[in-house]
């Protein structure tokens, strides 16, 4: 048998010799290069499945539905007074709003997440009714206190920055605590009165007619509807039995609501009157 030489060897016609040559290039098997393709997909997809569940909580929670609220009230009052203002004034209500949940959370009530209204403010929602008028004038009280704290920090450093912007803000939370104090049911001095006598109701809503009357606003005038046809309901429902039980509770918690009510009005217009800006005209 002849020895076979690199010379004598056969080759095919497109591997021609070449002593330096890498060889023929190896192909990638079909499914192989598949695999490669497919590999980042399958890392997105099982990060995907791992987040789904961050998503579900953050529905779940309703965080979602609270910081849309949010941007769009900050988008309202931004064409009015601008953006930091709108960021600030509107941090101040979720702060007011966080006492009435942090309360309600006290109590075991399950309430839901705070959502914000342009033009109207911020509410929550309790899914389930107060045991008493002095469980619900505790929640009701909850927001104006914890409100005017935060409130009172932004004037704090408002006035150790020497900043008026902070002022105006700090200023604006004041009355937004003090204008949700009124003896009128949707607010929460109506709730809060509830603990002490039903005629309050009626001062609060006559209050309310002459100021709408005086300085007609439409939030003053829906705030006044809402307020006489509650005040109708509850005064249709004051025989039902289990109302009377409601809003039947010792002296002493009738007293303490009497205080912090009359208290927190009288050192919210202070604050008012204190951190007030006199205009440049």
Do not use: C
Not at 82 to 110: I, N, S, T, Y
Request: a positive charge.
């Amino acid at each position: 048998m002849s020895q076979i030489t690199p010379e004598s060897a056969p080759r095919e016609p497109y591997e021609p010799y070449e002593p330096y040559h890498p060889g023929p290039i190896r192909r990638e098997p079909r499914f192989r290069l598949l695999r490669k393709l497919a590999a980042p997909l399958l890392v997105l997809g099982a990060f995907l499945a791992k987040f789904k569940y961050i998503l579900f909580a953050i529905f779940k929670f309703k965080v979602v539905t609270t910081s849309l609220s949010m941007f769009v009230s900050i988008g309202a009052y931004a064409l009015l007074w601008g953006w930091r203002f709108a960021v600030g004034f509107v941090l101040l209500m979720l702060v007011h709003e966080l006492g009435h949940a942090l309360e309600a959370k006290r109590q075991g009530l399950p309430v839901s997440a705070p959502v914000f209204i342009p033009f109207l403010g911020a509410a929550i929602l309790l899914k389930q009714n107060p045991l008493n008028a002095w469980r619900e004038a505790q929640i009701a009280l909850a927001g104006p206190i914890v409100g005017s704290l935060g409130a009172a920090a932004v004037w704090w450093y408002a006035e150790s920055t020497d900043n008026n912007l902070l002022r105006a803000i700090a200023f604006t939370g004041f009355f937004l605590n003090l204008f949700n104090l009124l003896p009128v049911v949707p607010l929460d001095g109506g709730r809060a009165v509830a603990a002490l006598h039903p005629a309050f109701w009626l001062v609060g809503l006559i209050g309310l007619a002459a100021l709408t009357f005086f300085a007609p606003n439409p939030i003053l005038i829906l705030i006044l509807v809402i307020s006489a046809l509650e005040l109708w309901n509850r005064w249709r429902a004051r025989g039902d039995p289990a109302g009377q039980e409601y809003y039947r509770i010792a002296p002493w918690q009738r007293v303490a609501v009497a205080v912090v009510y009359l208290g927190l009005a009288a050192a919210l217009a202070v604050a008012m009157s204190a951190s007030y800006i006199e205009r440049d005209f």
